[in-house]
């Protein structure tokens, strides 16, 4: 399958980068954008803290090290073993009250900000929405250098989830990032500019990259998504000094007929059936990859199916290797070692992506070296990480796919019931998931491991009559499922957010805080008794780790969805986040704060008595009433059927906006008056809003736009409108 639209070339975008390189870099070091908390320009570049070492100075000894550093967040979950646990404890549960905005930096967008920023020696690296990376002062939020690898905004319309990025990877003096289009770019550490850029993806198919690189023996590892649309999904390993790739594993089979990059895919084709590559396949590896430098293996988890309905993807049936998996392949040349896959014959969007875990736990009178994993399938895993061994699986959400994974087989037990077909069935966790990338966290010091978690019901049924549109989403959905079969079920209308603390040794929730609803970010535990979580209704909180005590809250003025993390600079502790509402949740209509207006992406740092803060939020201008309805009903439940297909995934479900994509019952009169223009003449591709004239009549856009005069009339709240004629 390949795109419309043509290819952009790599050699394009280098020059481009190169000369926007040369732009920021002109512009680095000006005075800081109004609002900001006052830092002097210092002459000559770098301040007083960030000056002295060479930047970026990581190599494989220091990470390995890493839990020792304890200043320092080296790597994307701290250290390789990712449990997001920091040995600071200068900020603790008898003064965290103290805690005060000490900078903050405003990012400039209002797409979702994912991303967990590193800290090398006083300075923070970290990204934004669209792949731009930034250098900052850790200790005064000054911007060192920005890089813009200016990503083609019509890429926008491939990001499932919005245009997000996790995060960078340091290593040897440089920050390397995936960029949103499927570039893996190698940027100075001292300057911000381009050292080396290879092409990770063929972009004549629609791939994405919104996860952090990691390095791991010198090698920078990426991953990449896109199942939706259409991909095969593979990791890949680059030579961090030269750019120069090492290994690919590809974590599908491709066309037997091209015969089979490794022996591996082989045994993993014949759990395929029918044509699946002409669709991809999917599993792509977009976010979670953990490394044990003891045994030396790499540990990647797989994403969903594409599409989603099995019967579609392989008809025939088969587990479709190694989709919803953990892969375990050697560091240095990515040849396999073990898998398990968690989800055989995925079908409902259960990725395995979620962030791995790595700890030693006492199990059964026994040190075990394991792997904690919550996917988004609901079932909570441990793991040996030598072998593969399953050791526990427990549902931490409710879950109705699956009655309990079978120990001895490693297998899940489907219930008959909750399997969809060209019937449609309410399915627990739906597509968000029991848990998403949003990053947990493992206290030692507790024993808990904490989960951002959520549950609600999808109502899923295979499409009888499946078309597949080339770079658009392929779910093999039918929108018009008809009415669900277990509807009645009362399970099926649980509606669950909450914080989840579990304990991995006895397989076991210990306590939760409930959320009203989906959409709070990651967690950070701390040596303090600390844990630290961003919410979905604005609110920047600090538990206490042993109970879940409330002992501290600010205001982020948006929602935060990314992982915190914590660091000390001139020996001082700081609490640090990327706050910005977006991601999926925000694509599908979730509002944070009750629907107040959002600030824009920040990341805050606090301290003990920072006395920083916040300017007020801008108000919205005041809204245009929406125009009369012109069109029948009939023409109304079209547009409706349209919108579902096509507009949705970006727009909201029944158009209402999660904020950061416009909320279309709120055009304006000149955007009312545009609207053909921008729907099928393509005239915003430049700002993520391409043209749907390939897939949209002139009739269906009617039929769209009437549909959303409805939608704003219904829901407008200004001075009474003018009848409808
Ligand atoms: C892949 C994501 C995506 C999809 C799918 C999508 N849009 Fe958009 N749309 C956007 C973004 C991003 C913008 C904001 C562009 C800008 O900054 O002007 C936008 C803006 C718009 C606007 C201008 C709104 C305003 O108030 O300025 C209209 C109208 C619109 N979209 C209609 C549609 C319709 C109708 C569909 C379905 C046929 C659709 N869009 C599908 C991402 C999307």
Same mark, same amino acid.
């Given at each position: ?168 990877? @340091?290593? !040897? ?8 289009? +499927?570039?893996?770019? *190698?940027? &100075? $550490? /001292? =300057? %911000? ?27 920078? @590892?990426? !991953? ?8 095969? +999904?593979?990791?890949? *390993?680059? &030579? $961090? /000094? =030269? %750019? ?29 059936? !029918? ?451």
């Amino acid at each position: 399958m390949v795109l419309r639209s043509g290819p952009v070339t790599s050699t394009g975008f280098v020059a481009g980068c190169a000369l926007a390189g040369a732009l920021i870099l002109a512009g680095c070091g000006s005075s800081p954008e109004p609002g900001k908390p006052a830092a002097a320009p210092a002459a000559g570049g770098a301040p007083a803290s960030a000056a002295a070492a060479p930047r970026a100075n990581v190599d494989g000894a220091r990470l390995a090290a890493a839990d020792t550093d304890t200043q320092n967040w080296l790597t994307h979950g701290r250290t390789y073993a990712e449990q997001r646990f920091s040995p600071l404890k200068s900020i603790d549960e008898s003064n965290v009250a103290q805690l005060g905005l000490a900078w903050y930096y405003d990012l400039g967008t209002t797409r979702g900000v994912e991303a967990t920023p590193l800290v090398v020696d006083g300075v923070m690296y970290t990204t934004s929405a669209w792949s731009v990376v930034y250098a900052l002062d850790a200790k005064t939020g000054r911007e060192l250098w920005v890089y813009d690898p200016q990503v083609p905004k019509r890429w926008g319309q491939y990001a499932c989830c919005d245009v997000v990025n996790r995060g960078v990877a @340091v290593w !040897g003096g440089k920050v390397f990032v995936g960029t949103l289009d +499927g570039r893996l770019d *190698a940027i &100075d $550490a /001292a =300057t %911000g500019k381009l050292v080396w850029e290879k092409l990770t993806v063929d972009q004549s198919f629609p791939y994405t990259i919104t996860g952090a690189p990691r390095v791991v023996n010198g090698k920078v @590892v990426i !991953g990449n998504g896109g199942a939706e649309y259409g991909v095969r +999904g593979y990791a890949t *390993a680059y &030579d $961090a /000094a =030269t %750019g120069e790739q090492i290994w690919r594993f590809y974590m599908v089979p491709g066309d037997p007929a091209k015969g089979f990059e490794t022996k591996e895919l082989e045994m993993a084709a014949k759990t395929w059936h !029918g044509e699946w590559w002409k669709g991809g396949g999917g599993g792509t590896p977009w976010d979670t990859f953990v490394y044990d430098p003891e045994l030396n293996l790499l540990y990647i988890g797989t994403g969903n199916g594409a599409p989603w309905a099995r019967e579609i993807r392989s008809p025939g049936g088969g587990d479709n290797l190694f989709l919803s998996s953990i892969v375990a392949v050697n560091a240095d040349t990515g040849a396999y070692v073990w898998h398990y896959q968690e989800t055989p014959a995925e079908g409902w969007d259960y990725t395995a992506t979620q962030p791995l875990m790595l700890a030693t736990l006492e199990l059964g009178g026994r040190e075990r070296r394991v792997i904690m994993h919550a996917p988004k399938n609901g079932f909570f895993y441990v793991l040996d990480r030598a072998t593969g061994e399953l050791l526990s699986a427990e549902k931490f959400v409710p879950v109705n796919w699956a009655s309990h994974v079978d120990l001895k087989t490693g297998r899940p037990v489907e219930i008959p019931s909750s399997m969809y077909h060209d019937k449609s069935v309410i399915v627990l966790p739906g597509p968000l998931g029991g848990h998403s990338w949003n990053p947990m966290a493992y206290s030692p010091l507790t024993g808990l491991v904490y989960i951002p978690a959520h549950s609600s019901g999808y109502p899923y049924s295979t499409t009888p009559q499946f078309q597949r549109f080339e770079g658009r989403p392929n779910l093999g959905m039918n929108p018009s499922g008809g009415p669900a079969l277990n509807a009645s079920d009362p399970l099926t209308k649980t509606n669950m957010a909450a914080l989840i603390a579990w304990d991995p040794r006895a397989a076991k929730e210990a306590w939760r805080i409930t959320y009203p609803s989906a959409g709070s970010g990651g967690v950070l535990a701390t040596a303090g008794n600390l844990l630290v979580e961003g919410l979905i209704d604005g609110r920047f909180v600090v538990y206490r780790a042993t109970d879940g005590k409330l002992l501290w809250e600010t205001q982020a003025q948006t929602g935060v969805v990314a992982g915190p993390i914590t660091y000390s600079v001139g020996g001082e502790q700081y609490i640090a986040v990327s706050a910005g509402w977006g991601g999926i949740n925000s694509l599908v209509g979730i509002r944070p704060q009750g629907g107040a207006p959002l600030a824009q992406g920040r990341v805050l740092a606090f301290k003990l008595g920072g006395t920083a803060t916040l300017p007020p939020v801008p108000q919205p201008p005041p809204l245009d009433p929406p125009p009369p309805l012109t069109a029948s009903a009939q023409t109304v439940a079209r547009g409706a059927f349209v919108f579902g297909q096509h507009c949705q995934i970006c727009h909201g479900v029944g158009a209402i906006s999660g904020g950061s994509t416009p909320d279309l019952r709120q055009m304006s009169s000149a955007t009312h008056a545009d609207f053909d223009s921008i729907l099928l003449g393509g005239s915003r591709a430049d700002r993520g809003m391409v043209s749907f004239s390939d897939v949209v009549t002139p009739e269906d856009a009617a039929a769209v736009h009437a549909y959303l005069i409805k939608r704003a009339r219904d829901d407008w709240k200004g001075p009474e409108l003018a009848p409808s004629p």
